[in-house]
Nanobody, 122 residues
């Protein structure tokens, strides 16, 4: 089993920045793809970003391209989501996910964290 714990969420003003972290424990995830999703109130969970096990491939939702950046530590057990130029529509609970397959269909990852709230005030 893999346990994922997100941190770094909070309240930020429109145009501000936050960095989310996701720490993995349990089974090693060094060969896993890891990613971020978010779910706003009243909406379905949506894909945000994904990174390959080696960090060489990064995928982003169109809505966050150029503003968000995903990365992972050299030990590959922590993944980050750097969020810049935040907008009110970025307000959501952000979830970390991990899976052995990089190109698994979105929202079907094997392991999920509990989420961290990000609120952007206008």
């Amino acid at each position: 089993q893999v346990q994922l714990v997100e941190s770094g969420g909070g309240l930020v003003q429109d145009g501000g920045s936050l960095r989310l972290s996701c720490a993995a424990s349990g089974r090693p995830v060094s060969s896993y793809a890891m990613g971020w999703y978010r779910q706003a109130p009243g909406k379905e969970r949506e894909f945000v970003a994904r990174i390959s096990w080696g960090g060489g491939t990064k995928l982003y939702a169109d809505s966050v391209k150029g503003r968000f950046s995903i990365s992972r530590t050299s030990a590959k057990n922590t993944v980050y989501l750097e969020m810049n130029s935040l907008k009110s529509e970025d307000t959501a609970v952000y979830y970390c996910a991990a899976d052995p397959e990089l190109y698994r269909a979105y929202d079907t990852e094997a392991y999920w964290g509990q989420g961290t709230q990000v609120t952007v005030s206008s």
